[in-house]
């Protein structure tokens, strides 16, 4: 599969401070580029990133709400991930910055799946773990069979 090349980046005035999040768009420093990263609330009664970490090769970069946010970083490979706050990942993905250019990436907090997309809808998820409603569901399931299977092995003859 082949991918179109990164669009350049719309100049913008006053200078940028690489790796913190700003809600506009913005010219990156020399040498480095600029990753576009859309979140969304998810389903959860908690917004994700109200619960969670957006984290750029483990250094925490602070995005205060859902949105689109601009984040600054050095030209290369980095890995880009979600992680709960405990630190365990819930999405994970890497990506190649190329100097100057725009990178999109839209983490889609879903209710079965979590996913992260590039700017051309291609999945470049590395990792996603199950939704916490998932989660909550085999888990109550599970728990369901053991209890209910248990007390038919426990207790075979209340059936008759």
């Known amino acids: 599969m082949s991918y179109l090349p990164s669009q350049p980046y719309p100049p913008m005035h006053g200078g940028v401070t ?18 576009v990263v859309k979140v969304n609330r998810g389903p959860y009664a908690i917004p994700v990133t109200t619960s969670s970490r957006f984290k750029i ?32 990942p819930v999405i994970t993905t890497s990506i ?12 889609r907090f879903g209710a079965w799946r979590n996913r992260v997309h590039d700017g051309y ?31 038919a092995v426990v207790f075979p003859a209340m059936g008759s």
């Not at 190649?96 to 839209?106: E, F, I, K, T, W």
Request: negative net charge; glycine residues 12%.
């Open 96 to 107: 190649a910055v190329q100097p100057g250019a725009a990178h999109h990436l839209d983490f």
């Open 121 to 151: 809808g291609t999945d470049v998820t590395r990792f996603g773990m199950w939704s916490n409603y998932t989660v909550l569901i085999v888990t109550l399931v599970v728990v369901g069979l053991c209890c209910c299977g248990g007390m």
């Open 18 to 35: 690489p790796m913190i999040a700003y809600p506009h768009p913005i010219t990156p420093p020399p040498g480095h580029g600029v990753l």
């Open 57 to 88: 090769d483990k250094r925490d970069v602070p995005i205060p709400g859902e949105g689109t946010w601009h984040v600054a970083v050095p030209a290369g490979p980095h890995d880009v991930r979600y992680t709960d706050f405990m630190g365990v």
